[in-house]
């Protein structure tokens, strides 16, 4: 897939979701998902640097874009040439293949049995049945001609939805089809992934200068929480920005305090989905190979 294309996999699912029903979404969180993104960074060292070739493997899926953990450990994977949304178990193993036309990008649980969708080709959301792979639309962005939209993201009572194509970020009220989208910045250039840090701000990943911004939803004020290239997805947890850094071919850490940017991983061709595991490990997606390895955070 080409750079304008590039997917985004939110990795993790929030505890609470306004609106659904309580039971049903504290059973759909994975478990580091409560604890991991919010609270100062006290003492973390990050380890040295490796290759992505010499990580763990844990499966292979051609054509690997977007990656999402569901609230079972399940790993649902997006590819967007071949039109497939793959689930696998949480060893890697296949468990079922759907089919979807539009281009399939970025996944949000919903519930235990659905997730939000992202598919680019028709710029749209949609919520899928993970039993019957069935879709029902749920937001309807405006396409222009380029690229649709990426990945999404979850904060309490909001989906969050980098509009790619207009090149803003939008918010839309949770449970699905409670009311439209919200625009709460602009001039973003590509965002490619959204999630929220715990503070009220929002992370955003952009493929273009400065890679990471900080949007304040409250005022649509935009700052650069780093200088890279161009990002693809990123995961929060502890004041460190995880994110894929397709720019440069590696998975780096962010220091938010500081805008310091760690090498975690490097090699990663064409780097694009990011998730983090209950156990805090990550999966990390090189759409070039195909391969999804396993990564430690800081």
Known sequence: MRMMRRGRLWAAVLPALAGLALSAISSAAPPVAAAARTGPLVGTACP???????????????????????????VWVSNVGDHQVTELSPTGAVVHVFTDEQDP???AQLSPTTIALANQLSDQVVVFDTTTGGSTL???????????????????GMLLVPDSAQGNLDTVPLPPFSGGPTTVATGLGRPTDATPVGDGTLLVSVE????????????????????LKSTDDVVYSNGIAYVADNGNGTLSAVTLASGTVTTLVTGVTEAQGLAMRADGTFLV??????????????
């Open 105 to 107: 990008e970025g996944m």
């Open 138 to 156: 749920w937001v309807q962005l405006t396409p222009n001609g380029h690229p649709g939209v990426d990945g999404i993201g979850v904060e309490p």
């Open 285 to 298: 997606v090189s759409e070039a190979t195909g391969d999804i390895r396993v990564a430690t955070g800081c």
């Open 208 to 227: 273009n200068p400065p890679g990471l911004d900080r949007v304040n939803p409250a005022t649509g004020a935009v700052t650069a929480a780093a200088d």
């Open 48 to 74: 040295a640097p490796v290759s992505f070739s010499s990580l763990p493997l844990f499966a292979h899926v051609n054509g690997a874009d977007d990656i999402m953990v569901d609230s079972s450990g399940n």
